[in-house]
C-alpha cells in the first residue's frame, strides 16, 4: 500500500531554553502540539529535555519519555546528535570554536573530546533503538573543509586522505547502528566534509558503501550553494531517510556572491528564512519526495534571521501541513479501464 509522508515535525533546538514551556520535554511537547505539530525531533545533548546516556541503557526511561510525548500528543521523529557528530572530526582550526560543543572535561584536548564524541554516537544508536526509532540525524565533522577553496592549491593526495581518515572514523561507528537498526541521516552542510552530492559520493565510497550512511535533506544549504536541490531527490533518493524543512534565500549583488562577504546572516547574500518566506520550491520537494516513496517525518527546523522563532514555528506547522501529498491509493484514469487477458494484449498488437 502507498504511504504518506508523517508530520508536521518540529526539531526542539532551537526553541528549548530555561523558561517556561521551553524547560522540559513535557512542556515543550505541549507547545509543539498546540501549533499543531505531530512529531518533535529531541536535541540529544540539551539535558533540560532528554538524558541520551540514560536512554542508551535503559527500556523504561525511554518508555517514560515516550509516555510523556504521546501524553502531550506527539511523537518522537528521530534522535539529533549533530553536535556530537560534529566533533568525531574537528579541523585544528576549529578547536576553539567546537570545544563548546563538549563537556568542560574535554575541553583543550581533542583526542579525549573525539573519544567522548564517538562514545556519545554509539549512546544515540542505542537510545534510538530502545525509542522504537528507524533513524537518527546527526553531522559528519570536517578534517578536509578549511581547503575548501583550491587555492593555494592543494598537495596532492590531501582530500583523499582527509575522507579516508573521515571514513575511518564514521564506519565503526555506523556499525553499531546497523547493530542497532538504526540508519544515520547526515545533514549535507557546509563546514562538514559532507556538503554536497559529490562529497557525499567520496564518504559514502570511504565507507564502503555503508547501508547505514544516508542523508538527512535540508534544501536551505543546498540552495544557499546554488544546486539542484531537485535533481538532488532524482539522484539520491534512495539514501534519503530524513527531511528538514528549512527555507532560505540567495539574492546576489554587485558586492555579494555565494560566500557573502563575511557579513552577518540579516546582511548576507544568502540567508536563512522562516518556511514561505524564502525562495525553496516545497511543492516541487514534497511531491518529488512523495514521488519516490518517502514515507518518514516532514520535520521544520527553525533559523529565520529576521522572524521570531514562535512565530515561525506557528507558521510552519500548517505550511508543513499544507504541502504533504495524501498518496492516492488509485490511478485516476480508473474508471476508463477494464479487464485484460494475454490473449486479448496478443490479439491488440498483431500477434
Known amino acids: 500500500m502507498p504511504s504518506t509522508m508523517k508530520g508536521p515535525g518540529l526539531f526542539l533546538a532551537q526553541f ?4 517556561a514551556p521551553f524547560n522540559s ?13 505531530k512529531g518533535v525531533q529531541i536535541p540529544t545533548w540539551d539535558a533540560r529535555l532528554f538524558d541520551l546516556k540514560k536512554a542508551a541503557s535503559s527500556k523504561a526511561y525511554c518508555d517514560e519519555v515516550k509516555g510523556i510525548c504521546a501524553d502531550a500528543g506527539v511523537e518522537i521523529t528521530e534522535l539529533s546528535t549533530h553536535l556530537q557528530g560534529q566533533l568525531v572530526a574537528v579541523h585544528p582550526a576549529y578547536d576553539a570554536q567546537f570545544d563548546g ?13 573525539q573519544k567522548w564524541a564517538v562514545e556519545q554516537m554509539e549512546f544515540g544508536a542505542k537510545a534510538s533503538k530502545n525509542l522504537g526509532l528507524k533513524a537518527s540525524v546527526t553531522f559528519s565533522g570536517a578534517l578536509a573543509f578549511p581547503y575548501l577553496y583550491p587555492w593555494p592549491q592543494r598537495p ?4 583523499e586522505e582527509a575522507f579516508a581518515e573521515l571514513g575511518k572514523r564514521w564506519k565503526p561507528i555506523l556499525d553499531v547502528y546497523d547493530e542497532n537498526g538504526v540508519d544515520v541521516g547526515y545533514e549535507i552542510h557546509p563546514g562538514e566534509d559532507i556538503f554536497d552530492g559529490a562529497t557525499f559520493e567520496m564518504f559514502l565510497d570511504a565507507v564502503g558503501g555503508h ?19 531537485l535533481e538532488f531527490i532524482d539522484i539520491y533518493h534512495e539514501r534519503i531517510k530524513a527531511f528538514h524543512a528549512k527555507d532560505a534565500e540567495f539574492n546576489p549583488t554587485g558586492r555579494q556572491g555565494v560566500y557573502s562577504g563575511y557579513q552577518s546572516w540579516t546582511n548576507r547574500a544568502g540567508r536563512f528564512r522562516s518556511l514561505g518566506d524564502g525562495q525553496v520550491d516545497f511543492g516541487g520537494i514534497f ?20 522572524k521570531h522563532p514562535e512565530d515561525g514555528a506557528a507558521e510552519g506547522a500548517p505550511f508543513i501541513q499544507h504541502h504533504i501529498i495524501r498518496v492516492t491509493e488509485k490511478a485516476f484514469d480508473d474508471f476508463a479501464g477494464g479487464t485484460t487477458d494475454k490473449k486479448m494484449l496478443r490479439a491488440m498488437m498483431g500477434i
Open 16 to 19: 528549548a531554553g530555561d523558561a
Open 25 to 37: 520535554l513535557a512542556s515543550i511537547t505541549k507547545w509543539a502540539a498546540g501549533l499543531g505539530y
Open 101 to 113: 560543543f563538549a563537556p568542560a572535561s574535554v575541553h583543550n584536548n581533542p583526542k579525549a573530546r
Open 156 to 159: 596532492a593526495g590531501l582530500i
Open 211 to 229: 547501508k547505514r550512511c544516508n542523508v538527512n535533506y535540508d534544501p536551505s544549504h543546498f540552495l544557499l550553494q546554488q544546486l539542484d536541490y
Open 287 to 306: 511531491s518529488k519526495l512523495t514521488q519516490y516513496g518517502y514515507d518518514s517525518w516532514a520535520v521544520l527546523e527553525w533559523e529565520c534571521c529576521l
